[in-house]
């Protein structure tokens, strides 16, 4: 799933993408499961059943919409304060780094993100790794700070200044 932004003036500003979801997942099918309307009964045969949470509820949308929604909000907060730098930057959320495995081995810490430099044909990008940021977090409460701080950790990398002058209130909620 992808997401595109455009600044607030949005006539011709190329503003940045965001790649919600983007996939090294860990199950390799290709099979869909069947979604709850394509089911003609339950496996008790009494027919179709109502939504267990109906869309306007807040726990209608799963954790990772919600951690999606987390780095949007971070992008675009960081979008909004470096306008013209971070024009043509792509944010993407994976769920786990590419080479856990040999991190793993080597008893290496798990990247919380990466920042891929520009190529001939892809812009930069900034990933933040969903379950590892996930993990990370000591609390639901402290996960919304934690993506963030990601995300200007990366930023700042990409841009090349320290995160403090990329964002006034990096790491000061942990103080």
Known sequence: MQAKHHGPDSQGSPGFTIHLGAGNGEGGGSATPRGFRQRRRNRHGRGLRGEIMLPNVPGHRTRSERFDDLV???????????????????FAVDEIPPNLEQLVAQG????????????????????????VVEQSAGSPEELPDLVHDVVVEYTAEMLRVAPETLDPVYRRRYQ
Do not use: C, N
Not at 82 to 87: A, F, R
């Open 72 to 90: 949007l909000d971070s992008a675009e907060r960081l979008h909004d304060m470096w306008d013209k730098q971070l024009d043509g930057v792509s």
């Open 108 to 131: 290496s810490p798990a990247p919380l993100g990466a920042y891929t430099p520009a190529t001939g044909t892809e812009p930069p990008t900034i990933t933040v790794f969903r379950r």
